[in-house]
């Protein structure tokens, strides 16, 4: 479903993405974890082109999408996105931002945007918040709200930024529950994570990344039962205690 | 001098009470075309800023930073004098010829504060929206622009502030502005310090008042963030 070939990303004279090939196929739920600096959320951030590879390739459903002339904006409608900061549009109601986006590019009439908006939203245990805006919300509220967000498009992948890091610790357990909800439907997922009980718990496959390289990849049980690299190792020596 | 000042003013205002609000009038109509058209022509500005063509952007830097970067009094004569000498078929009043100057003045100060405006709204918003596949047109009209007009507004209204201030530099060519009022009223009854501070008075009056306005419009846009 979505390949990399040989990414690199340079920002100035710093090597971020030193030449990752890796193949993501449907139904996989990928953990990508490691150090912070490590190359993760810029390995995630270029599969969708937000940020731009310096070289190698990007493929999606067989598409080259880092070639020249190719509609990223159609693709990016493919795949849903969520970030470590929300970033939900302060501006419009919990129900706008999410219809926003179908009515726009799907061509969607409103009345039945609105219907799907409510339905997600029951899903996540915010339809009583549907006329509000955002700034009502708390952290965790306003996260659930970027998922359904994303998945009013009817994403075939979700590419998940380190989508608990800002929140409480309170609140952690609410959002991973809804992205649990999601894997369980079927959904492929892409996960930056530094929630390793999480990552174990959920995933298919984890890629451990280090230095702008997948130093390690594996099932959870044998990344995190079995740990061949020592950077890998030694990095979750660190955080597993 | 003091000891006439109390009947003099009284002089002043008892003959030119009708002018001095006439030329309040004119100042405040001067400062309200020059705002609306400086807006309008600094948004403009502020969009080629923003575009990836090198040469509209480098127009509208060049352009700003060259108002910017010199007097508007300078302004003010270079294009009194030039304007009707370029364009004789267009037959231009002084009053118009000053209002272009203004006009173009001001727009360089509405680009930098619609520019301001745009930057400040979290890059994560253009991110979430490009992401969901709004292209860069839909992303500013639909996600950015919203946002950055709380920005923009309030600031607006402090150029229009500062607009009303900087009219009065136009009296230099008579064209009826409340400073030109001082100058007639000075000139006809000798006086000098009461005149200034009729004219003080009144642009206070109208800054004051304006700015007031404002913040509490900025308070409400605030309350409905």
Redesign the interface.
């Known amino acids: 479903m979505i390949e990399t070939r040989n990414l690199t990303k340079d920002f100035g004279s710093l090597q971020v993405l030193r030449g990752i090939s890796e193949t993501i196929t449907d139904g996989e739920v990928i953990s990508v974890i490691g150090p912070s600096g490590s190359g993760k959320s810029t390995f995630l951030r270029c599969l969708?082109l937000?940020e731009v590879p310096t070289s190698g390739q990007v493929i999606f459903d067989g598409v080259i999408l880092t070639d020249k002339g190719v509609d990223i904006?159609?693709y990016?409608?493919r795949?849903?996105?969520v970030?470590q900061?929300f970033?939900?549009?302060?501006?419009l109601t919990v129900r706008e931002n999410i219809t926003?986006?179908p009515v726009?590019?799907k061509k969607r009439n409103q009345q039945d945007a609105d219907r799907f908006a409510d339905e997600l939203l029951a899903r996540v245990g915010l339809l009583d918040k549907a006329d509000e805006h955002p700034?009502r919300l708390s952290g965790g509220q306003k996260q659930r709200l970027?998922i359904v967000?994303?998945l009013a498009?009817e994403p075939e992948v979700m590419l998940f930024d380190e989508p608990t890091s800002a929140l409480d610790p309170e609140m952690v357990g609410e959002v991973l529950a809804v992205i649990k909800s999601l894997v369980s439907a079927g959904m492929t997922c892409i996960i930056v994570t530094h929630e390793m009980g999480f990552a174990r718990e959920v995933s298919t496959r984890v890629l451990f990344m280090d230095e702008g390289r997948i130093e390690e990849q594996g099932s959870p049980e044998q990344i995190f039962n079995h740990p061949v690299s020592p950077r890998t190792r030694a990095f979750l020596g660190k955080v597993l205690r | 001098m003091f000891a006439n000042f109390g009947p003099n003013l009284l002089k002043v205002l008892g003959r030119y009470w009708g002018l001095f609000l006439q030329g309040a009038g004119i100042t405040l109509l001067l400062s309200a075309i020059t705002v609306f058209f400086g807006a309008i022509l600094g948004s403009l500005l502020a969009l080629m800023r923003r575009s990836r063509l090198k040469p509209l952007s480098g127009f509208a830097l060049g352009y700003v930073e060259l108002i910017r970067g010199t007097p508007l009094l300078l302004q003010l004569y270079l294009i009194t004098f030039l304007l009707p000498e370029l364009l004789p078929m267009l037959n231009l009043s002084k009053f118009a010829s000053v209002t272009v100057a203004l006009v173009l003045n001001s727009a360089a100060y509405v680009c930098e504060i619609v520019r301001a405006g745009i930057n400040a709204v979290d890059p994560g918003q253009t991110e979430a929206a490009r992401t969901l596949g709004l292209n860069a047109r839909q992303t500013m009209v639909r996600i950015v622009l919203p946002q950055a007009v709380k920005n923009i507004l309030p600031a607006l209204g402090n150029e229009f502030v500062t607009v009303i201030k900087e009219t009065s530099l136009a009296s230099t060519f008579f064209v009826g502005d409340l400073m030109t009022v001082y100058k007639t009223a000075q000139g006809a009854t000798f006086t000098v310090i009461e005149p200034f501070l009729i004219v003080g008075v009144i642009y206070f009056v109208l800054t004051f008042s304006l700015s007031k306005l404002i913040t509490s419009f900025e308070r409400r846009l605030k309350a409905s963030d």
Do not use: W
Not at chain 1, 87 to 91: A, L
């Open positions: 969708n937000l904006n159609a990016r409608q795949m849903g996105m970030f900061h970033n939900v549009f302060p501006h926003l986006a726009l590019l700034r970027a967000r994303a498009m």
